[in-house]
């Protein structure tokens, strides 16, 4: 499979987050054309501020392979990944990051917070972004803009 088609999986998974009241964002680990591991965003629902989508599919890749170095992997995932999940993807050692729509305003994969570009770190990801970011920005827009028209209507 190709980046669009294994972006269009994670893009289901942020609907799925999407579904929970949670920021729509969805990520797939894959190793040689399979899917270790998925995850979708759950701080909400697990009480976990570090519940984002990578970490999850990042911790669930490191059980499935048993160990926490995952080299040879992509990670695919729908917005760029804050600062922490940029920190967790380097000590996880993944290949590939593959991200969708960027986050102007808390990137770390070269919109805002350049980290991975970073020449001090021990290990380097290759990051391509872009991917199907249309259809990842469409689902953020109609998530915020429903948040908002909630927050507004319980206001009034």
């Not at 990042?58 to 804050?82: D, F």
């Not at 996880?92 to 805002?112: C, E, H, M, N, Y």
Request: hydrophobic letters at 45%; a neutral charge; charged letters at 15%.
């Amino acid at each position: 499979m190709n980046d669009e088609q294994w972006m269009l999986q994670a893009l289901q998974l942020a609907d799925r987050a999407a579904a929970m009241g949670e920021v729509p964002v969805g990520a797939l680990v894959v190793r040689d054309d399979v899917v270790l591991a998925e995850g979708w965003n759950q701080p909400i629902h697990l009480n976990d501020p570090c519940a984002h989508a990578e970490i999850l599919a990042l911790r669930q890749a490191g059980q499935q392979a048993g160990n926490y170095r995952l080299p040879g992997t992509t990670l695919y995932v729908t917005l760029e990944p804050c600062i922490m999940c940029v920190g967790a993807m380097i000590h996880a050692r993944i290949q590939r990051l593959v991200f969708a729509a960027s986050d102007p305003k808390t990137g770390a994969a070269g919109s805002v917070f350049p980290l991975l570009q970073d020449p001090h770190h021990n290990h380097q990801v290759v990051v391509a972004g872009g991917v199907l970011a249309e259809a990842s920005r469409q689902r953020l827009q109609q998530f915020f803009r429903q948040r908002r028209a909630m927050k507004k209507n319980l206001n009034h």
